[in-house]
Nanobody, 123 residues
């Protein structure tokens, strides 16, 4: 069983920055693919970014050039650096783990999910 805990969310003005963290426990972190998804009010959850075992990354077009995903295997932690935030980035952000090492935009490939952290961007 893998437990995931997100942190770093909050309220920020448009144009500002936040860094989300996802701390994992209960598994072999370095072997996992990991991803960030988000869900805005009244909308379905959508893919944000993902990172593989080797550190290769994949991002949604909507966040390219603004968000950067990274991981620190020594700390069992994944990060999402979010810059140039926009009001449309407002959502609950979830981290996820793929034990099979996938790092893509398919929710079905992820086995464990965190509880989410709220990000609110004011205009």
């Amino acid at each position: 069983q893998v437990q995931l805990v997100e942190s770093g969310g909050g309220l920020v003005q448009a144009g500002g920055s936040l860094r989300l963290s996802c701390a994992a426990s209960g598994g072999t972190f370095s072997m996992y693919g990991m991803g960030w998804f988000r869900q805005a009010p009244g909308k379905e959850r959508e893919f944000v970014s993902a990172i593989g075992r080797s550190g290769r990354t994949y991002r949604a077009d909507s966040v390219k050039g603004r968000f950067t995903i990274s991981r620190d295997n020594a700390k069992n932690t994944m990060y999402l650096q979010m810059n140039s935030l926009k009001p449309e980035d407002t959502a609950v952000y979830y981290c996820s783990v793929s034990k099979r090492g996938y790092y893509n935009n398919n929710e079905g490939d992820y086995d464990y999910w965190g509880q989410g952290t709220q990000v609110t961007v004011s205009s």
